[in-house]
């Protein structure tokens, strides 16, 4: 088994930034992939990004491109989502998933991570 705890949501301004973590415990040698996800109220949950779990690659969905970062501290078994010029439309709340499936695959459908966390909210006032 793999847990996921998210944490580091709130509010903030148009513009502003904040930094989502996600700590991952358990048979962390299993995982290979994580990814970040989003669901806003009334939408279905939708892709963020994603990071191997070496932190070398990383995928992003065009709508967050050149404005969040997904890293890895291997020493912390800590996968972050760091969320630059946020917007309005970026409120939503986040979730972290872990792939254990034996491959690197960047993957970006729900039903291709086995593992959630409970999802953090983050709220972009305009």
């Known amino acids: 088994q793999v847990q996921l705890v998210e944490s580091g949501g709130g509010l903030v301004q148009a513009g502003g930034s904040l930094r989502l973590s996600c700590i991952v415990s358990?048979?962390?040698?299993?995982?290979?992939?994580m990814g970040w996800f989003r669901q806003a109220p009334g939408k279905e949950r939708e892709f963020v990004g994603t990071i191997d779990w070496s932190g070398r690659s990383t995928n992003y969905a065009d709508s967050v491109k050149g404005r969040f970062t997904i890293s890895r501290v291997n020493s912390k078994n800590t996968v972050s989502l760091q969320m630059n010029s946020l917007k309005p439309e970026d409120t939503a709340v986040y979730y972290c998933?872990?792939?254990?499936?034996?491959?690197?695959?960047?993957?970006?459908?729900?039903?291709?991570?086995?593992?959630w966390g409970q999802g953090t909210q983050v709220t972009v006032s305009s």
């Open positions: 358990g048979r962390t040698f299993s995982v290979y992939v």
């Open positions: 998933a872990a792939r254990t499936v034996s491959d690197s695959y960047l993957a970006t459908r729900e039903d291709e991570y086995e593992y």
